[in-house]
């Protein structure tokens, strides 16, 4: 039977996500680089690759019996979109994206885990998501048991926990203040206009899938690790032992959110 254009799925069968319905654990975590999905397997036990579909690739794993889904959202608010709409009707419930950040201020150093409390509103894929109704910042708001539970696997596991506000920025180089030849004026003046919004970080998805999480009636948060520290200048190079500290509370967090926590699946 020909899909309809208007609402493109087949049988349960998502357009863009490799899945079905009611095939995905309730949480899902949601990194931007595909490769982090494989990463997860790291902290997860008996990790699967589901599926892989342009920049989403899709995979399942255990933690203490409790199955959690990983799934990439590639870079920026429109692949972001796509993916918290189709997982939302895919059955998924909460969405914890687990992503990389540029710090904006120098006290939070390259490698530190940070819980993300809100983003602040800017556009993009997320504009439509603003609704009629006058909820305002708060749909940028982090979950609120999101975050609680953030700070709890925290402590137990021994991972420092910086909380933060994001922009997210639809450009990597000029949206975020890098200087590109002919354009330094510009890039400095972006740079500032983002210390400016009194945010600490800025990544590229967290503010769509807030937003877009919300709006889809689903729990949604976002734990990231800065990659980099604008304010300093520093770059991580080695960042795989702070993605994985990242994954790890990730994984944790997202067990103790599973409604069938404990279960085995
Ligand atoms: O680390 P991930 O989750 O891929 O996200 C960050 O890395 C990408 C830019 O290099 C953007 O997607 C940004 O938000
Ligand atoms: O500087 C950075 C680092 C990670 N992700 C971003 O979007 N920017």
Do not use: K
């Amino acid at each position: 039977m020909a899909r309809s254009a208007r609402d493109p799925w087949r049988d349960g069968a998502a357009p863009h996500l490799p899945a079905r319905t009611g095939t995905l654990p309730p949480v899902c975590l949601l990194p931007g680089d595909p490769a982090r999905v494989d990463l997860a397997a790291a902290v997860l036990d008996g990790f699967e690759i589901v599926g892989h579909n342009r920049e989403f690739r899709l995979g399942t794993g255990c933690l203490d019996g409790t199955r959690i889904a990983v799934c990439s959202t590639g870079i920026g608010g429109p692949s972001a979109e796509i993916a918290v709409v189709e997982l939302a009707r895919l059955g998924v419930t909460t969405v914890l994206r687990t992503g990389g950040m540029g710090a904006l201020r120098a006290r939070i150093a390259p490698g530190s885990v940070c819980a993300v409390t809100r983003a602040v509103p800017g556009g993009g894929a997320a504009a439509p998501y603003a609704g009629d109704d006058d909820e305002g910042d708060d749909r940028h708001a982090a979950d609120p048991e999101v975050l609680r539970r953030l700070g709890a696997e925290a402590a137990s596991l021994g991972i420092g926990l910086t909380e933060v506000a994001v922009a997210s920025a639809d450009s990597y180089y000029l949206g975020q203040g890098r200087p590109l030849a002919g354009y330094e004026r510009t890039a400095a003046a972006r740079y500032e206009e983002l210390r400016a919004l009194g945010v600490d970080g800025v990544d590229m998805e967290t503010e769509t899938v807030l937003a877009v999480g919300r709006a889809m009636g689903l729990r949604a948060g976002a734990v990231l690790v800065a990659h980099a520290n604008r304010a300093t200048d520093a770059w991580l190079e080695d960042y795989e032992p702070a993605q994985l500290a990242m994954l790890r509370l990730a994984a944790h967090t997202a067990r103790s959110l599973s409604p069938d926590a404990g279960e085995s699946s």
